[in-house]
């Protein structure tokens, strides 16, 4: 399995990332300080957005509980006394991009007081009877949030998603060593590749169209019986179903490829 890479980086003195496994209890304080069900939380089982202030305390966090396609939003907290910062918009915003790159298409929650809030972020208040059953037999809809709780849910599909560089998840190709990302929407999809020296992507052909930018480095394209070497600002246009060979000398190489349709082999939504 892939595993995502965490990384970080600063935003007006407060960071964001994806939570670590020892931030556990520092979370469940701030859900108890903010008075939010907390009891069935368990490691691993709800992925964690934290915000980090600058003596390194975690002061917000939100969460999604997923389930293959659907996700149930959860623990969406900031510390009273870090409140009006814009923390809970930057940790909200990075949590549905996140959410997205997870393969979560429906976004769930329920909530007694921020309805209004989340409207105005594209939420749309439906009836509990319209939950997918994964989400309505959750111990949140069960039991810990009271039948006055509004249902709320917004289709990420058809919402226009930021990606941030500390939430971003990185991926290693399992053919050639090569870390990488990636964005998508509905038909269109860029990956951002580092690919070390003397690497190779064998021969290969794929039904979607690719353009490859040089961002670093020299890469190497061999298409039918001629050889482009691309370097920082060089481009490549490869067309659909065109059998082609990639490699690295002894220089490394990053670079930006943009595919349409969807290259399915590094769609982060499998």
Same mark, same amino acid.
């Given at each position: 399995m892939r595993k995502p890479v965490v990384k970080m980086s600063t935003h007006s003195n407060i960071q964001y990332r994806i939570s670590q496994e020892g931030d556990m209890p520092e979370?469940?304080?701030?859900?108890?300080?903010?008075?939010?069900?907390?009891s069935d939380i368990e490691p691993g089982k709800i992925d964690f957005i934290v915000a980090i202030d600058a003596a390194n305390k975690i002061i917000g966090c939100i969460g999604v509980e997923p389930f293959d396609t659907e996700g149930l939003l959860r623990s969406f907290a900031v510390s009273p006394a870090c409140r009006n910062h814009q923390i809970g918009g930057e940790l909200f915003n990075r949590l549905l991009s996140h959410a997205a790159q997870s393969g979560i298409q429906s976004l769930h929650l329920l909530t007694t007081t921020a309805e209004e809030y989340f409207k105005r972020r594209g939420f749309m208040t439906t009836e509990r009877t319209q939950a997918p059953g994964a989400i309505s037999t959750t111990s949140?809809?069960?039991?810990?949030?009271?039948?006055?709780?509004?249902?709320?849910? &917004?289709?990420?599909?058809?919402k226009a998603l930021g990606y941030y560089r500390d939430t971003q998840r990185s991926y290693t190709d399992q053919q050639s060593g090569s870390a990488y990302w990636s *964005?998508?929407? &509905?038909n269109l999809q860029l990956t951002s590749f580092e690919i070390p020296p003397h690497t190779e992507f064998e021969k290969h052909c794929h039904a979607a169209e690719q353009i490859t930018y040089v961002l670093e480095?020299?890469?190497?394209?061999?298409?039918?019986?001629?050889?482009?070497?691309?370097?920082?600002?060089?481009? *490549?246009? *490869?067309?659909?179903? %065109?059998?082609?060979?990639?490699? %690295?000398?002894?220089?490394?190489?990053?670079?930006?490829d943009a595919w349409s349709p969807i290259n399915q082999k590094y769609s982060t939504k499998q």
């Open positions: 979370i469940l304080s701030l859900l108890k300080e903010n008075k939010l069900p907390f949140e809809f069960s039991s810990l949030c009271p039948s006055s709780s509004a249902y709320m849910m &917004a289709d990420l599909r058809k *964005i998508q929407g &509905a480095g020299e890469l190497f394209f061999e298409a039918g019986s001629v050889v482009h070497r691309l370097c920082k600002g060089d481009s *490549i246009v *490869i067309l659909a179903n %065109t059998e082609h060979r990639v490699w %690295t000398g002894a220089v490394a190489a990053r670079a930006l």
